[in-house]
């Protein structure tokens, strides 16, 4: 058993303290020290040599508590948390209660301001010696980056597919594209529909239409407060993950992303999870016949305010 984050802490004399901190080895992916918090008397790092038995809530350790003064003082710069670099496979080995979990700074790293300062200068050097000779390589191949956005109608499908009120229903597509000076190609993609109640309709508009504009600002679109029907990009604005329709045991029917459970309502807006802001909503006109078209839009991820990107 590993040792448990806030587990009592007991040497051969006396209780010193609890398991603040877990430290594991990159190489072996074992636990290799515990820090200890010595009730107010600062964090000891304890090797797991040191320790006889662990149970759910108690290590005790094999030492007497002035043994465990003399240990190494825990020092916070010396380590990062297992959020701030990946190593494969180690958090298959880790089974202590989800806390700070540290491994050892690396040591190429801890003289990286020195070293960053000089590579950055060989680099700008560099930039200042080439820039005239790339430049007009460069501005060709970028050409078709500023390519304008494509501000067409696409048909996604009929509302016939839509039973039932304040209900995603997901309609599949494709669409040609091409990237640079990459031949074209057809990518499949999708956009979720809700057939809105006034209520999500009021929560989704507050009462005014919603304009789209292009990157020079003129209006491309205007989606109107009273048209029931609304078109949900197809990523989740946290990372971009495809998104369902599901049944949540506490909150019902909700858009759920299944990569880190961002959890929205019908009208788009977040419940729950990471997202910084709601489901993008696309421009969307339905035909007298019921044929759905929409303009096919992309916004950055992980950002609060939409930047449009496709």
Not at 125 to 149: E, H, R
């Amino acid at each position: 058993m590993q040792p448990q984050l806030k587990s009592k802490v007991r040497c051969l004399d006396r209780e010193v303290g609890e398991v603040s901190r877990v430290i594991m080895d990159p190489l072996s992916h074992e636990v290799s020290h515990l820090v200890v918090s010595m009730n107010g008397a600062g964090e000891r790092q304890v090797p797991m040599g040191a320790v006889q038995v662990v149970t759910d809530d108690l290590v005790q350790l094999r030492t007497s508590s002035s043994e465990i003064m003399g240990m190494q003082p825990f020092n916070r710069e010396d380590y990062v948390t297992l959020h701030e670099v990946e190593i494969p496979g180690l958090e298959k080995h880790i089974h202590v209660t989800p806390g700070e979990v540290l491994v050892p700074f690396p040591e190429l790293e801890r003289n990286v301001k020195r070293r960053a300062f000089f590579a950055n200068l060989t680099y700008v050097t560099g930039l200042f010696i080439g820039l005239p000779l790339v430049y007009p390589v460069m501005k060709f191949l970028m050409k078709p980056m500023y390519a304008p956005l494509d501000n067409g109608w696409l048909k996604v499908g009929n509302i016939g597919k839509i039973k039932t009120e304040d209900t995603g229903i997901q309609f599949q597509y494709k669409r040609k594209i091409k990237e640079v000076y990459m031949p074209e190609a057809e990518i499949e993609k999708n956009v979720w529909l809700v057939k809105a109640t006034p209520a999500v309709l009021e929560k989704v508009y507050q009462g005014k239409d919603m304009e789209f504009l292009d990157s020079s600002g003129k209006a491309i679109w205007t989606n109107k407060k009273d048209m029931p029907y609304l078109a949900f990009s197809g990523k989740c604005p946290h990372l971009g993950c495809a998104y369902k329709w599901r049944k949540h045991k506490v909150l019902g029917q909700v858009f759920l992303c299944p990569c880190h459970l961002s959890i929205y309502d019908a009208s788009g807006k977040v419940l729950d999870g990471p997202a910084p802001r709601h489901l993008d909503l696309l421009p969307i006109q339905v035909t007298a016949g019921g044929e759905v078209q929409i303009i096919d839009m992309e916004f950055k991820a992980g950002t609060k305010s939409q930047t449009r990107i496709v």
